[in-house]
C-alpha cells in the first residue's frame, strides 16, 4: 500500500494514501485490519481526505511499527474479495453546502421565470406546506408549528404577497434541510461511533498435523464456510448451521420467545441469538458484521422512545406554547389590524428548536459516551443514573479485576497439585467467568494439558460444574455447592483453610471427585486501583449507598468491601438475593443502578432502574444491561456516565428557558415592527440552528 505520513507525534500517526489507487472500500477493510492490531488505541479513516488518524501506545509501539503494518497492507488483502466482502461500503458523505445552494439558486432562478410559470411553480412549491396544515386541522391538532406555518403562507397569499409567500417557504425549507442534516449527523455519528466496536470471534480450524484450534478473531474477518465456536453466555455471531454441539438457544430478539430453544446438529442458527447455556459449533452461512450493523441502528432507533423527562417536557411544552402564538397573532389583528405584523407573529415558534435541540442533545450525549468507551441503550438511561441514589456492586471482575489469579492449591486423595489443576482447568475452560479464566491461565502457565475426556458439563448459576470424568462424577464450585447441596466430605484442615482465606481476603473453589474433596484453590482476587475513589466520588455525587452483593465467602466479602469503602455488603449470595434485595429498594422510593459482569448478574441488572455492563462482561450480560462500561476506564465509566446523565439534564432545561426567552423577543420585534416576517423566519431558523449546535457540544470536561 503506497503511503505517506503526514505528521507524527509520540503516540499519534496521520497517514495518507492514494485515493486514485485505493477504493473506498479497500480503505475500509485496512481499517478493520489495523483497528485490531496490539497496541493501537485508536483508528479512524477520512475517505473524502484519504488518510488515516491513529493513536498508539508507545509503550508497545513506534511510528516505525505504524509503519511497517501499511507496508503489509499489501495487494494479497487489498484486493481479496473475500475480505472486501467482509466490510461494508463507506457511506459518502452528505454536503449541506451543496444542498443550501442548490436550494437558493433554485429559489431565485424561479423569479426569472415568465409570470405564468412562475405562478405554477410557486402554487406546485406552496402547496404541500399549506395541505399540511390542513391536515393536522382536520386531526384536531390545532395548536402545532405546521399549522403556525400553513396560516403565515396562506395570510400572505391572502394579501396577494405571493413573492413574500414564497420567500417565507423558502426559508422554511431552509430551516427544514438544516434541521434534517444537524439530526441526522448526530444520529450518523452516534451509529459511526457504535459501528467501530471490533466484536470478537472463536474461529474453528486445523493446524498442519489435523488436529482442531480456535483462535481469536474480528467478526468482519469471518467469512461464509467458516466455522466458529460458540459457548454459554456468548452471542451466536452468524447466521449459520450447527456442524456439532448442543445448546440452548435464546432466540427472543429474533422470534420473541421467552424459552430457549435446543440446537443440535443440522439446526439453523441466527446472529444476535444467545446460547444460554451448552456449546457448538457453527459454520456460517451469512456474516453477522451486517447483522450488526441493523442491530446497532434498531438500538438507537428504538433509544428514541425512551426519551428522557426533561425531552418529554420540551416536547409538551412546545405543543403548550402554540395556542399562544396564535393568541398574540390573533390579539396583534384585532388592536392593530395589521396583517404584517401578525405574520411576523406568525413567523416565529417554539416548537422546532424545542423539539430539535433535546433529541440532538441526547444523541450527542450518546455519542460522547460511545467516545469514552460507553455504549449507552436510549437516553432515559443516563437519566436514570444521573437521579439514582444506591449502586449495588457485584464484586469478581467489578469491584474486584477481571482476572483474578490463583495463589495456591490443597490436594487430597493423593493426588498432586497439576492432577487436580489438570482437571479443573478441562471443567473450567468452557465458561466466561473471571475465577474460571484463572484456573485455565495456571493450567496454561504450568504447561498442563487437559483434554477434554470428560462427558457433558452442566453449569448451575451461583453454585459450580458438574459432569462426569472417567466413569466418576467430578464436582467443581462454592463451599455451599459442594458441600451442603451435594454433601460432599469434609477434609479435616477445612476450618483452618478457610480461616486463613478469610483473613487474606481470598476465595476458595472446591474440586471434589465422588463426593470426595481432591483439591482446594485460593484465589486471589485484587480490588480495582480506583474502586474506593470512585466509590467516593459517587458519594460526592449524591449517591447514598454503596452496597457490595457477592456470592464469594464471607472472608473475600469483608476484605473487599474493607479496601473499597461500600456502605455494607452481603456475602454468599444467590442472583436471587440480588434480584430481592434490589426489588426491595426499589419498594422503598430508591432509584437502583446495579453493576456487575457475570451471567448470574443478568436478572439483577434487568430488575435494576438502570443495568449496568463491566466492558469484559459475558454477552448475555451486555444484552441485558443498559449501559455497557469502557473496559479500559472500568470503574471510572459508572462515575462518568452518571455525571454525563446530570450535566445532560441540565443541558436540555438550560436550552428551553433560552429558547422561550430568545424567541419571546423575536415575537415581540416583530409585533412592534423592527422586524419584518421574512427577518423574523430567518432569526428564528437561525436561533433553532444555534440551539441545535449548541446541543452538540461535548459536556464532559476536556482531559487534560
Known amino acids: 500500500m503506497n503511503f505517506t505520513v ?6 499519534r500517526i496521520r497517514i495518507c494514501y492514494d485515493k486514485k489507487n485505493i477504493s473506498r472500500r479497500q480503505a475500509a477493510l485496512a481499517y478493520s485490519l489495523l483497528s485490531v492490531q496490539d497496541g493501537m488505541t485508536e483508528v ?14 508507545i509503550k508497545k509501539l513506534s511510528e516505525k511499527h505504524i509503519r511497517a503494518y501499511f507496508m503489509a497492507l499489501s495487494e494479497k488483502y487489498l484486493n481479496n474479495h473475500e475480505m472486501l466482502e467482509s466490510v461494508d461500503e463507506p457511506r459518502e458523505q452528505e454536503s449541506l453546502l451543496f444542498d443550501l445552494a442548490l436550494m437558493t439558486a433554485s429559489h431565485y432562478f424561479k423569479m426569472i421565470l415568465p409570470l405564468p410559470v412562475k405562478l405554477l411553480l410557486r402554487t406546485w412549491s406552496l402547496a404541500p406546506r399549506i395541505l399540511n396544515g390542513v391536515e393536522h386541522l382536520v386531526k384536531g391538532n390545532v395548536f402545532h408549528s405546521e399549522v403556525l406555518d400553513a396560516a ?80 454459554t453466555g456468548s452471542i451466536i455471531p452468524v447466521d449459520g448451521s450447527v456442524l456439532s454441539g448442543e445448546a440452548l438457544v435464546n432466540q427472543a430478539t429474533i422470534t420473541g420467545e421467552p424459552l430457549a430453544v435446543e440446537k443440535r446438529e443440522g439446526s439453523s442458527v441466527f446472529a444476535g441469538t444467545i446460547v444460554q447455556e451448552g456449546e457448538i459449533f457453527v459454520e456460517v452461512r451469512e456474516t453477522g458484521s451486517q447483522t450488526k450493523v441493523q442491530n446497532i441502528l434498531q438500538m438507537i432507533d428504538n433509544s428514541q422512545s425512551l426519551k428522557v423527562s426533561s425531552q418529554v417536557r420540551s416536547e409538551n411544552l412546545a405543543n403548550h406554547l402554540v395556542k399562544y402564538n396564535f393568541l398574540l397573532s390573533l390579539a396583534t389583528f384585532f388592536i392593530t389590524g395589521n396583517l404584517t405584523k401578525v405574520m411576523a407573529t406568525l413567523m416565529v415558534d417554539y416548537s422546532c428548536a424545542m423539539k430539535l435541540a433535546a433529541p440532538i442533545a441526547v444523541l450527542s450525549a450518546m455519542k460522547e459516551a460511545a467516545g469514552n468507551g460507553i455504549i449507552v441503550k436510549g437516553g432515559k438511561f443516563l437519566e436514570n443514573a444521573s437521579l439514582a441514589d444506591t449502586v449495588v456492586f457485584d464484586k ?50 504450568r504447561n498442563i494439558l487437559h483434554p477434554e475426556e470428560h462427558a457433558k458439563v452442566d453449569y448451575v448459576v451461583a453454585h459450580g460444574i458438574a459432569s462426569t470424568l472417567h466413569g466418576k462424577k467430578v464436582l467443581i464450585g462454592s463451599r455451599h455447592f459442594i458441600f451442603e447441596d451435594e454433601k460432599c466430605n469434609q477434609p479435616s484442615d477445612l476450618e483452618q483453610i478457610q480461616k486463613d482465606a478469610l483473613e487474606n481476603g481470598m476465595s476458595l473453589l472446591y474440586l471434589a471427585e465422588e463426593k470426595n474433596l481432591i483439591g482446594i484453590f485460593s484465589i486471589n482476587d485484587p480490588v480495582r486501583k480506583n474502586a474506593a475513589k470512585v466509590i467516593k466520588a459517587l458519594h ?31 456475602s454468599r449470595a444467590l442472583p436471587e438475593d440480588k434480584v430481592k434485595y434490589i426489588e426491595e429498594q426499589k419498594k422503598l422510593g430508591h432509584k437502583v443502578i446495579m453493576i456487575g459482569d457475570g451471567i448470574n448478574d443478568a436478572p439483577a441488572l434487568a430488575a435494576a432502574d438502570t443495568g449496568i455492563a463491566m466492558g469484559d462482561c459475558a454477552d448475555i450480560t451486555g444484552e441485558t444491561a443498559d449501559i455497557i462500561l469502557s473496559a479500559q476506564d472500568g470503574l471510572l465509566g459508572l462515575y462518568k456516565t452518571r455525571v454525563l446523565g446530570s450535566l445532560l439534564m441540565n443541558r436540555i432545561d438550560t436550552s428551553n428557558k433560552n429558547i422561550v426567552a430568545v424567541n419571546t423577543g423575536l415575537m415581540f420585534l416583530g409585533l412592534f415592527g423592527f422586524i419584518s416576517p421574512s427577518f423574523a423566519a430567518i432569526l428564528h431558523n437561525a436561533s433553532t440552528i444555534a440551539f441545535s449546535v449548541k446541543a452538540m457540544q461535548p459536556l464532559l470536561p476536556e482531559k487534560n
Not at 403565515?152 to 438544516?178: K, V
Not at 457504535?194 to 498435523?209: C, P, T
Not at 497439576?418 to 468452557?430: K, M, N
Open 6 to 11: 503526514k505528521h507524527s507525534l509520540p503516540g
Open 44 to 57: 479512524s479513516v477520512n475517505y473524502t481526505t484519504g488518510s488515516f488518524l491513529i493513536y498508539y501506545d
Open 152 to 231: 403565515a403562507i396562506s395570510m400572505a397569499l391572502f394579501t396577494g404577497d405571493t413573492r413574500t409567500a414564497s420567500s417565507i417557504n423558502f426559508l422554511l425549507n431552509i430551516g427544514d434541510t438544516i434541521e434534517e442534516f444537524t439530526k441526522k449527523k448526530s444520529y450518523n455519528d452516534l451509529a459511526d461511533r457504535l459501528i467501530s466496536q471490533n466484536d470478537q470471534v472463536q474461529l474453528v480450524g486445523k493446524n498442519k498435523d489435523g488436529e482442531q484450534t480456535e483462535k481469536t478473531v474480528p467478526l468482519s474477518m469471518i467469512k461464509k464456510g467458516d466455522v466458529v465456536a460458540v459457548r
Open 396 to 445: 469478581t471482575g467489578t469491584l474486584t479485576y477481571a482476572s483474578p489469579q490463583l495463589a495456591s492449591i490443597h490436594t487430597y486423595g493423593g493426588k498432586s497439585e497439576d492432577e487436580v489443576l489438570a482437571v479443573a482447568a478441562c471443567l473450567e475452560e468452557h465458561f466466561a467467568h473471571p475465577i474460571a479464566a484463572a484456573i485455565v491461565k495456571a493450567a496454561t502457565e
Open 540 to 570: 460526592d455525587s449524591g449517591i447514598k449507598n454503596c452496597v457490595m452483593i457477592t456470592g464469594d465467602d464471607e472472608g473475600a466479602a469483608k476484605n473487599a468491601a474493607k479496601l473499597t469503602k461500600v456502605d455494607h455488603y452481603i
